[in-house]
C-alpha cells in the first residue's frame, strides 16, 4: 500500500515538472515583465537594473529553478495587474472555485447515480426513457446557455435565486471562506451549481446506466438470482458495487475537469472563484497570476488521479492483490 | 414421493429469424432423493430446461406451455417475489461456467452468509460457522482461513466447489446441477459425487444433474433421460439405458462411448449434426427430429413425431421401439 502510493508520487514528479517548464516559460517569456512594470519610457540603466532585481539576466535552469522553488512554497510572483501576491489571490479565490466544484459534483453524483442505477434496472420504463431523453438534452447543451436559461428562469422570471455573486460569506481559520453558514450564501450557491453539475450528472447517469446493463448480464448476477437474494441485494450491493470502478475513474477526473473550466460558469454566474480571476487575468495578459493557475491545475489532477487509485484499491480485491504482488517483488 | 414434475414445458426465445422452440415438450419427474442425469450434445437444450425449472431462462426467452410442479404445487407461473424464495432455499442451482459465477468483490465467507441469511433465520456469527463447515465439507482445505479470501484467490476446481457449497448452503430439496464437475480434475470430482450421493441419500436431496460425463451418470444417477433437440428421445433407469438403449440415438450415443463410458463429444461420430431451432420455418425436419441421421429410419420417421411411450423398463421416443 505504502509503496504503492509513493511510486505513484514517483511518477508525478516528471509530470509536474513538465507542466512547471510550461509555466515558467510562459511566466518568464510572454510578455515582458520590465516593460510593463517600469512603462515605454525607462532607460536602459533602470531597465538593467530592474531586471537584476528580478533575477531575468540569469541562466534559464536557475530561472527555472528558482521558480519552482519559490511556487513549492507558495510563491508565485506578483501579479501585473492588482499589483499583489499571486497566492494571496488564489488564496482569495480559492475556496469559491472548491465550494462551488464540491457542491456541483455531490450534486452530479447524488442525482446521477440513483437515476443511473434506475435507468439500468427498468430500462425500458417509462421514467428510464424520460431520463435518457432529458439527459441528452443535459449532455449537448453548452454550459453558458444553460447558466443563462436559468438566470432567466429562476432570476429574472420568478425571482427566486440571485443571479449573481457568492452571497454574503463567512471567514473559516486563516484563509478559508464559505457559504454555507447562511441561506442567502446557499442560495447564491445553487444556479451555479446546477449549471456545473448537470453535465456531469448526465454523463455519470449514463455511465452507470450502461455499467448496470452490463453488470446485470454476468453470470454472478444470474448466480445470485439462483441463489435466491433478494432484488435490492443483487442490485445494490452486487450489480452497483461492480459498477463503481468505471464510475469512480470519471467522477475523479470529471472533478479536475469542473474545477479546471468552472470558468464558464463562473464568467455566466460573476462567481469570485479562479475561473473568475483566470479569464480576468487573461483578458490584461496578467502572465503570473496564469502561469500559477496552470500549475495548481496540473496539481490537482495529479491528487485526483492519486486518490482515484487508491478509491480502486479499497473497491476491487483483485487490484489490491495486484498492489501487494507488486510490492513483494518490489522487495 | 414425487418433488418435480415437468410437464410438457415448451420454451420459447423470439429472435430476429422468428420464434425459437429450444424446448419442445419435455416431460419428466424427479422423486424425493433421486437422482436424475441428463445427458445430450450441445445445444439439446439441458440448460434451458434447468434455467425454466428455476424461472431463469435468459431474455427474452419464456415458457410457452406446459408446467412445472415442485412439491405438488404449480412454480412455473408464481409472482416473481414467491419464485424468489423457492430459488435458493428450496431449489439450489448450480451454472455451467465455476470461474464467472462468485460475484469477484466479495469474500466466498460474505456471499455465503449472504446466502444463508437470506432464507434462514441465522445470526451473522451462526451463519459465519456454518459457511466454514460448508466449505470444509465441499473440500476446501484450511477452510477456516480461507473463508475471507475472495473468489480469486482460488482455482477454478475450488471456485467450482465454493459455487457447490453455495448452491446448497439454505439445504435446498432439489439441487439442479448444470455441469457441477466438468471443471474438476478425478479425485475432486469424485469427492463432489459422493457429497452429492450422501446428500440423496441421508438428506432425501433430490439431483437433478446435467453432464456430457456417462461415467458420472453410470456412477451415481438412478435415472437417466436422453435429450435431442429440445425433447426428451429416452429416460429411465441408469443401467436399462446404458446397457440396453433403445432408441437408435441413444444406442450411438452408447456405441460411440468406447466401453469404459467416457465423454459425449465422441458423439460426432453419429453421421450429421443436432438440428438447432434458430426460428427458422425448416431448421427443424418434419417427424422425428432424429431421423436424418438415423440409421434405421423409414417412412413414418419423416411424416410423424415418436411420442414418449414405454418400452420396457423406459420410456422410448421412436416408432420402433
Ligand atoms: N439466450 C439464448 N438466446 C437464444 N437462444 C439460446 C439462448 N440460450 C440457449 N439458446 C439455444 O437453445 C438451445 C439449447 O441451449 P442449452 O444451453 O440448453 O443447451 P445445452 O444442452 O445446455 O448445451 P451444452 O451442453 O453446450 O451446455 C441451443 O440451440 C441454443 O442455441
Ligand atoms: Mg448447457
Known amino acids: 500500500m505504502f509503496a504503492f502510493i509513493a511510486s505513484r508520487i514517483l511518477q508525478a514528479v516528471p509530470v509536474l515538472l513538465a507542466v512547471g517548464l510550461i509555466a515558467f516559460a510562459l511566466f518568464a517569456y510572454v510578455g515582458d515583465p520590465v516593460t510593463i512594470i517600469l512603462g515605454q519610457d525607462a532607460t536602459d540603466a533602470q531597465r538593467r537594473a530592474l531586471a537584476h532585481d528580478l533575477g531575468l539576466d540569469r541562466p534559464f535552469f536557475v530561472q527555472y529553478a528558482h ?44 442525482v446521477g447515480v440513483p437515476m443511473g442505477v434506475h435507468a439500468g434496472i427498468h430500462r425500458d420504463s417509462f421514467v428510464s426513457r424520460l431520463f435518457m431523453v432529458v439527459s441528452l438534452i443535459g449532455v449537448s447543451l453548452p454550459t453558458f446557455v444553460l447558466g443563462i436559461l436559468l438566470i432567466l428562469v ?11 455573486g457568492r452571497g454574503p460569506v463567512v471567514a473559516v481559520g486563516s484563509w478559508w471562506t464559505t457559504g454555507f453558514t447562511s441561506w442567502a450564501g446557499i442560495r447564491a450557491l445553487i444556479l451555479p451549481a446546477v449549471t456545473l453539475g448537470l453535465f456531469q450528472m448526465t454523463l455519470i447517469m449514463r455511465l452507470v446506466r450502461s455499467e448496470m446493463l452490463e453488470v446485470l448480464r454476468t453470470d454472478y448476477i444470474r448466480f445470485a438470482r439462483a441463489r435466491g437474494l433478494t432484488d435490492r441485494a443483487i442490485h445494490f450491493s452486487h450489480a452497483l458495487k ?5 464510475v469512480i475513474t470519471i467522477i475523479g477526473l470529471q472533478f479536475g475537469g469542473i474545477v479546471a473550466f468552472s ?10 472563484g479562479m475561473g473568475l480571476l483566470l479569464v480576468q487575468s487573461v483578458v490584461s495578459a496578467d502572465i503570473p497570476v496564469m502561469s500559477a493557475y496552470l500549475l495548481l491545475i496540473a496539481l490537482l489532477f495529479v491528487a485526483i488521479n492519486l486518490t482515484v487509485d487508491l478509491l480502486y484499491f479499497c473497491v476491487d480485491p483483485r487490484l489490491r492483490a495486484l498492489g501487494r504482488r507488486a510490492e513483494t517483488r518490489g522487495r | 414421493m414425487t418433488l418435480l414434475s415437468v410437464r410438457d414445458l415448451v420454451v420459447e426465445i423470439p429472435s430476429r429469424r422468428g420464434l425459437a422452440r429450444p424446448i419442445d415438450g419435455v416431460s419428466f419427474d424427479i422423486e424425493k432423493g433421486e437422482i436424475l442425469g441428463i445427458v445430450g450434445e450441445s445445444g439439446a437444450g439441458k440448460s434451458l430446461t434447468g434455467a425454466a425449472i428455476t424461472g431463469l431462462l435468459p431474455n427474452p426467452g419464456r415458457i410457452a406451455g406446459g408446467m412445472v410442479l415442485f412439491d405438488g404445487n404449480r412454480i412455473d407461473d408464481l409472482p416473481a417475489t414467491r419464485m424468489r424464495r423457492l430459488r435458493g432455499r428450496r431449489i439450489g442451482m448450480i451454472f455451467q461456467d465455476p470461474l464467472t459465477t462468485l460475484d469477484p468483490l466479495f469474500t466466498v465467507g460474505q456471499q455465503l452468509v449472504e446466502t444463508m441469511r437470506t432464507h434462514l433465520p441465522l445470526s451473522d456469527t451462526a451463519a459465519r460457522t456454518r459457511a466454514r463447515d460448508w466449505l470444509d465439507r465441499v473440500g476446501i482445505p484450511a477452510a477456516n482461513r480461507r473463508i475471507d479470501a475472495y473468489p480469486h484467490e482460488f482455482s477454478g476446481g475450488q471456485r467450482q466447489r465454493v459455487v457447490i457449497a453455495l448452491a446448497l448452503c439454505a439445504e435446498p430439496d432439489l439441487l439442479i446441477a448444470d455441469e457441477p464437475t466438468t471443471a474438476l480434475d478425478v479425485s475432486v470430482q ?22 456430457h460425463d456417462m461415467g458420472v451418470i453410470a456412477e451415481i444417477a438412478d435415472r437417466v433421460a436422453v435429450m435431442y433437440a429440445g425433447r426428451i428421445v429416452e429416460i429411465g433407469p441408469v443401467d436399462a439405458v446404458i446397457r440396453h438403449p433403445t432408441h437408435p440415438y441413444t444406442d450411438g450415443l452408447m456405441g460411440t462411448i468406447p466401453s469404459v463410458a467416457r465423454r459425449l463429444d465422441r458423439l460426432r461420430q453419429i453421421d450429421g449434426s443436432m438440428p438447432r431451432p434458430n426460428g427458422t420455418r425448416d431448421a427443424m425436419p418434419v417427424g422425428c427430429a432424429f431421423h436424418p441421421r438415423c440409421p434405421k429410419v423409414f417412412d413414418r420417421c419423416r411424416q410423424e413425431r415418436p411420442v414418449l411411450h414405454t418400452a420396457g423398463a423406459s420410456l422410448v421416443a421412436c416408432w420402433l421401439a
Request: charged content about 10%; glycine content about 4%.
Open chain 1, 67 to 110: 521558480y519552482l522553488w519559490s511556487a513549492a512554497q507558495g510563491d508565485f510572483g506578483i501579479s501585473l495587474r492588482l499589483a499583489q501576491p499571486v497566492s494571496a489571490l488564489i488564496a482569495e479565490r480559492l475556496p469559491a472555485t472548491l465550494e462551488l466544484a464540491v457542491t456541483a459534483s455531490v450534486l452530479a453524483f447524488a
Open chain 1, 154 to 164: 429562476f432570476s429574472v422570471s420568478l425571482n427566486w435565486l440571485p443571479s449573481f
Open chain 1, 242 to 246: 461492480n459498477t463503481l470502478v468505471p
Open chain 1, 263 to 272: 470558468l464558464v460558469t463562473e464568467t455566466v454566474f460573476q462567481w469570485p
Open chain 2, 190 to 211: 469424485a469427492h463432489i459425487i459422493a457429497l452429492l450421493r450422501a446428500l440423496a441419500r441421508e438428506r432425501g436431496t433430490a439431483v437433478m444433474l446435467i453432464t
